[in-house]
């Protein structure tokens, strides 16, 4: 039941991001001033907070250099020449070089002067396993094969007591931060501990089956191999169908394999990928010049 859930949590946040996208796309033009003209009732009830956010710091009278500071970070001349700097930012996101910001250019500017601040943080990447008699303990990343994981980096810890006939999955998920998102911030979350009863222990080998079966609409089981070095979840399709609150979700087409892995590539990737994402955001002036630089540094001469 708690992945069905995770799945009609996701579907409800796609629909609230695809009623926000529209607002976005709807009062992305105006300007601080346009906005503010607008009735009390539509600014409060229909413009997204991130453009009324916006607005307030365009209005405010230390605006052009709390701006100058933004477009500086981003590699724009904002100190030494706020209005060229300006309308260079503006032709780089593909907008008229009006010379005036609106609350959408003002908002992403925000957004993008934060990304170049972000840096690397502490994230357990530990990856072990054992199996004794009387217990087993397996920690490392969670992936799934042939498919995108909500949070690639994540740590998850799995515990099997002999004895005591179960065994316990935590996991911390780490959540990198979106160029839509509200603040450029970095979130840690902790899942549910969910439990498994443990079905065969032998001499390598660790199956188990969860303590709540769910809904019927999924069935999931533990594979652990120690000798191997592999540890699966596998999920497969229930003897029902998938309905929660009314949402439908389709049958899948082939077991889903999950796999807990040494996630040392995997949280570098994503890093990488957050770093050059940021470095897209620069003023493309600069970024051409480093790629010049680092064209010649390869062809001395």
Same mark, same amino acid.
């Given at each position: 039941?708690?992945?069905?859930?995770?799945?009609?949590?996701?579907?409800?946040?796609?629909?609230?991001?695809? &009623?926000?996208?529209?607002?976005?796309?709807?009062?992305?033009?105006?300007?601080?001033?346009?906005?503010?003209?607008?009735?009390?009732?539509?600014?409060?009830?229909?413009?997204?907070?991130?453009?009324?956010?916006?607005?307030?710091?365009?209005?405010?009278?230390?605006?052009?250099?709390? +701006?100058?500071?933004?477009?500086?970070?981003?590699?724009?001349?904002?100190?030494?020449?706020?209005?060229?700097?300006?309308?260079?930012?503006?032709?780089?996101?593909?907008?008229?070089?009006?010379?005036?910001?609106?609350?959408?250019?003002?908002?992403?500017?925000?957004?993008?002067?934060?990304?170049?601040?972000?840096?690397?943080?502490? +994230?357990?990447?530990?990856?072990?396993?054992?199996? &004794?008699?009387?217990?087993?303990?397996?920690?490392?990343?969670?992936?799934?094969?042939?498919?995108?994981?909500?949070?690639?980096?994540?740590?998850?810890?799995?515990?099997?007591?002999?004895?005591?006939?179960?065994?316990?999955?935590?996991? %911390?998920?780490?959540?990198?931060?979106?160029?839509?998102?509200?603040?450029?911030?970095?979130?840690?979350?902790?899942?549910?501990?969910?439990?498994?009863?443990?079905?065969?222990?032998?001499?390598?080998?660790?199956?188990?089956?969860?303590?709540?079966?769910?809904?019927?609409?999924?069935?999931?089981? %533990?594979?652990?191999?120690?000798?191997?070095?592999? +540890?699966?979840?596998?999920?497969?399709?229930?003897?029902?169908?998938?309905?929660?609150?009314?949402?439908?979700?389709?049958?899948?087409?082939?077991?889903?394999?999950?796999?807990?892995?040494?996630?040392?590539?995997?949280?570098?990737?994503?890093?990488?990928?957050?770093?050059?994402?940021? +470095?897209?955001?620069?003023?493309?002036?600069?970024?051409?010049?480093?790629?010049?630089?680092?064209?010649?540094?390869?062809?001395?001469?």
């Amino acid at each position: 039941m708690k992945r069905a859930l995770i799945f009609l949590i996701f579907a409800v946040f796609a629909a609230m991001a695809s &009623a926000d996208e529209d607002a976005m796309l709807k009062y992305k033009d105006f300007t601080p001033q346009e906005l503010t003209a607008l009735s009390k009732e539509e600014r409060h009830s229909s413009v997204p907070m991130a453009y009324s956010s916006a607005a307030s710091a365009g209005l405010s009278k230390f605006s052009e250099l709390l +701006f100058s500071m933004q477009l500086n970070t981003l590699m724009y001349p904002g100190i030494d020449n706020y209005n060229v700097a300006v309308k260079q930012y503006q032709k780089d996101l593909g907008d008229k070089s009006t010379g005036i910001l609106t609350v959408s250019q003002i908002h992403k500017l925000e957004k993008r002067s934060e990304f170049q601040k972000l840096s690397r943080v502490f +994230f357990p990447d530990q990856y072990s396993s054992y199996k &004794a008699k009387n217990s087993a303990s397996i920690q490392g990343t969670m992936m799934i094969h042939d498919e995108n994981i909500a949070y690639p980096v994540n740590h998850t810890k799995l515990t099997c007591y002999k004895a005591d006939n179960y065994c316990e999955l935590k996991q %911390l998920y780490l959540s990198f931060p979106e160029i839509d998102s509200w603040s450029a911030n970095f979130h840690v979350m902790e899942a549910g501990t969910e439990f498994f009863d443990i079905t065969r222990w032998d001499g390598n080998t660790i199956d188990a089956l969860p303590s709540d079966p769910d809904s019927g609409c999924r069935k999931t089981s %533990l594979n652990l191999n120690f000798k191997t070095k592999e +540890f699966y979840q596998i999920t497969r399709n229930g003897d029902k169908d998938c309905e929660i609150n009314g949402v439908t979700f389709p049958k899948l087409e082939k077991p889903r394999i999950a796999q807990i892995v040494d996630g040392e590539k995997i949280i570098n990737r994503e890093f990488s990928k957050l770093k050059k994402m940021a +470095f897209e955001m620069l003023s493309v002036d600069f970024k051409n010049a480093i790629t010049k630089l680092i064209e010649s540094e390869k062809n001395p001469g």
